[in-house]
């Protein structure tokens, strides 16, 4: 069966710091992978996706960037990260980009 | 771009009552899908309507998507405590990955 892993779960970082968001799927393979975002009480903001390794389709400017090393493995990463950045980061996977999404358990961030 | 809207923004009903919940699409869907976050948790996968005028039920969940593929409905009978939380549509139009809707949560009333 297929799962999706992502880490942190809760991370508190200063503003100016690095980020680093990890996901990485299992039993599937070439997996359409995401990046959303949900500020608090909000809606999912889709930030990034993945139709395969080193294709990365952003939809909204900003300071993040996302990267596919490997099949199923997305990381979310900054240089220097904002206030603004602050919230509940979601990782997704779908077999088409027409189907289900199935998410991660999310990584919470806050930024100080 | 694309926009997809949801209202209400909250509803709290007493246990027992009905609730519905409407998305509207600035631009035609290929197919919407259904979501439900518990607090705290992440989004999981309810149903997915491809058809004009498509109407699917689950239990006590009826889903509608209208006939210009432009709007849809989630209608829970009879509400019960298990279903708090925030439900979210998401649609399909031009772009390769969802636009999600800005969510409705529901409060449930024992």
């Known amino acids: 069966s297929q799962t999706i892993h992502q880490w942190p779960a809760t991370l508190v970082q200063p503003v100016g710091s690095p980020l680093s968001l990890e996901c990485t799927v299992e039993?599937?393979?070439?997996?359409?992978l995401y990046w959303y975002r949900q500020a608090a009480g909000r809606g999912l903001q889709l930030l990034f996706y993945?139709?395969?390794?080193?294709?990365i389709s952003s939809e909204v400017p900003q300071n993040l960037s996302a990267s596919r090393p490997q099949d199923r493995q997305f990381i979310l990463s900054s240089k220097k990260l904002l206030l603004s950045d602050s919230g509940f980061y979601l990782c997704?996977?779908?077999?088409?980009?027409?189907?289900?999404?199935?998410f991660g358990e999310g990584s919470r961030l806050t930024v100080l | 771009g694309q926009q997809v809207m949801q209202i209400p923004q909250y509803q709290h009903v007493q246990e027992g009552e009905d609730f519905t919940t409407y998305c509207n699409s600035s631009?035609?869907?290929?197919?919407i899908q259904w979501y439900k976050q518990r607090p705290g948790g992440h989004p999981v996968f309810l149903i997915q309507?491809?058809?004009?005028?498509e109407v699917k039920k689950q239990k006590r969940l009826t889903f509608q998507f209208g006939e210009a593929k432009k709007n849809s409905s989630l209608h829970i009978t009879a509400t019960q405590t298990t279903d708090v939380g925030t439900y979210f549509c998401?649609?399909?139009?031009?772009?390769?990955?969802?636009?999600f809707g800005s969510g409705t949560r529901l409060q449930v009333q024992p």
């Open positions: 997704a996977w779908s077999v088409l980009p027409t189907g289900e999404l199935f």
């Open positions: 039993g599937t393979s070439n997996p359409n």
């Open positions: 993945s139709v395969g390794i080193g294709q």
């Open positions: 631009t035609t869907l290929s197919n």
């Open positions: 309507l491809v058809k004009s005028g």
């Open positions: 998401a649609g399909l139009g031009g772009r390769r990955a969802l636009t």
